[in-house]
Nanobody, 130 residues
Framework: QVDLVESGGGSVQAGGSLRLSCVAD????????MGWYRQAPGKEREPVAA????????????YYAESVKGRFIISLDNMKKTVYLQMNNLKPEDTAMYYC???????????????????WGQGIQVTVSS
């Protein structure tokens, strides 16, 4: 059982910023792929960003959805076992439920990004008004 606990969601006007946090209750934070998905009402869920936590194999590339490139930044605090999603210049189309996701014991994020993740948080709502 892996617990992923999100925080930091809420409502903001277009152009504003929010930072999501996700604390991972895992034995080891290294060699994991951590990321964020989102699902808007009436739409399929989609990957937003992902990054590897590093360790002996290194961290590898960071992945972003095209729609958020240049506006969202994913980052890690390995000591706190936390992954962040800084969301800037938010748009109404960013309104969605955001989920923290994780794959454990993986070399990089490529496979996870192309398919899906094994572990999911409960989700947190982000609402952007125009």
């Amino acid at each position: 059982q892996v617990d992923l606990v999100e925080s930091g969601g809420g409502s903001v006007q277009a152009g504003g910023s929010l930072r999501l946090s996700c604390v991972a209750d895992v034995r080891s934070f290294s060699r994991n792929c951590m990321g964020w998905y989102r699902q808007a009402p009436g739409k399929e869920r989609e990957p937003v960003a992902a990054t590897h936590t590093g360790g002996s194999v290194g961290s590898g590339p960071i992945y972003y959805a095209e729609s958020v490139k240049g506006r969202f930044i994913i980052s890690l605090d390995n000591m706190k076992k936390t992954v962040y999603l800084q969301m800037n210049n938010l748009k109404p189309e960013d309104t969605a439920m955001y989920y923290c996701v994780a794959d454990l014991g993986v070399v990089g994020c490529g496979g996870s990004w192309r398919s899906t993740f094994d572990h999911w948080g409960q989700g947190i709502q982000v609402t952007v008004s125009s």
